[in-house]
T-cell receptor, first 111, second 112 residues
């Protein structure tokens, strides 16, 4: 299946822990993104990478660090998790005309 | 003023009716506009993109763009209960074309 995939789908962890979310796309796209969707369903961009180069870095705490080993993968590492980090994190990718295609999401719950 | 504004709804329409979803944006220079559908607990799914003034039709969906009024809309004809979802309007930022700015979404309910 051609798609954007993310793992894990659910992540439940304690405050202060460090966790990673992985994203892969096999659409051949050059640009990948991380979005955060909060409890009010507002979808906000966090980062974007184009061919492994950081393009967008929104006002995100530096506890969040993206990493792109190649243009098909974009991972998100979060240090010292806080309660306010609980949200759904979506990975997306795009090629032409900025039509972005989203992965299934990772629901992060920080206890 | 929010960059992309949508009425949160819910917008309730009977099955078979036309659902009209509206979106206004503040960046006068924006060039690309998108509608996403998001079912509860699922990811956003791209359903329409529009780049020039006027109407663009795809099946039961019609996107309408008026750049002078900074307004984009989505019409869903012959609405079905399966269309019940949140519809997100997204606008490409003119200052960074890799960036999409999303509205907060309009929840549509189609009742039988």
């Amino acid at each position: 299946d051609t798609a954007v995939s993310q793992t894990p789908k659910y992540l439940v962890t304690q405050m202060g822990n460090d966790k990673s979310i992985k994203c892969e796309q096999n659409l051949g796209h050059d640009t990948m993104y991380w979005y955060k969707q909060d409890s009010k369903k507002f979808l906000k961009i966090m980062f974007s990478y184009n061919n492994k180069e950081l393009i967008i870095n929104e006002t995100v705490p530096n506890r969040f660090s993206p990493k792109s080993p190649d243009k098909a993968h974009l991972n998100l590492h979060i240090n010292s998790l806080e309660l306010g980090d609980s949200a759904v994190y979506f990975c997306a990718s795009s090629q032409i005309n900025n039509e972005q295609f989203f992965g299934p999401g990772t629901r992060l719950t920080v206890l | 003023q929010k960059e992309v504004e949508q009425n949160s709804g819910p917008l309730s329409v009977p099955e078979g009716a036309i659902a009209s979803l509206n979106c206004t944006y503040s960046d006068r220079v924006s060039q690309s506009f998108f509608w996403y559908r998001q079912y509860s607990g699922k990811s956003p799914e791209l359903i329409m993109s529009i780049y020039s003034n006027g109407d663009k039709e795809d099946g039961r969906f019609t996107a309408q763009l008026n750049k002078a009024s900074q307004y984009v809309s989505l019409l869903i004809r012959d609405s079905q209960p399966s269309d019940s979802a949140t519809y997100l309007c997204a606008v490409q930022a003119s200052y960074n074309t890799d960036k999409l700015i999303f509205g907060t979404g309009t929840r549509l309910q189609v009742f039988p």
